[in-house]
């Protein structure tokens, strides 16, 4: 599989991720909401609280990752959460995804992070056979627990 463009995203940009992000949303069951969808990306870009990467083919955005930065006690250093990935239905399976994994590993690498962490749902086959297939593991060690606070 060739390698898919991809670069860090600028506010200017936004318009192009609008459609996806709405997108991913909805592939998780949210309705669609884009006005609410530029919203939430201006203020991420705004804040500097995560890092946008998007794939662009033919001059197209197809396929976008986003990252937050947090940190590991334990290890007293920078980690990320690869909190969104989302690849456009006609995009994939063209080496999208694999394009966007890499260069947020590039990115967290550069930036001295020891660790990339991700979540996707357990129904996500073609989501986890990508992260598989990109050298990432299910973790084996640790359960994961949430607490809702808008409830």
Known sequence: MQSVPVRQ?????????IPLFDGYRQFYGQPSDEAAVRDFLRKRF?????????AE??????????LY?????VS?????VLNDLFVSPAARRSGVGRSLL???????????????S????????????????AGWRRDE??????????V
Do not use: C, W
């Open 46 to 54: 705004e804040q500097r609280d995560s890092v946008l990467f998007v």
């Open 118 to 133: 991700l979540s996707t749902a357990i129904t996500n086959k073609a989501g986890q056979s990508l992260y598989e297939g």
């Open 69 to 73: 930065p947090t940190f590991s006690s």
């Open 141 to 150: 060690v640790f359960y994961v627990y949430h607490f809702a606070t808008n």
């Open 76 to 80: 007293m250093a920078r980690t990320f």
């Open 57 to 66: 083919v033919e001059g197209r955005t197809v396929g976008f990752t986003q």
């Open 102 to 116: 890499s260069a947020a590993a590039h990115y967290a690498r550069e930036v001295g992070a020891i660790r990339l």
């Open 9 to 17: 995203a600028v506010l200017a940009d936004i318009e192009k991720i």
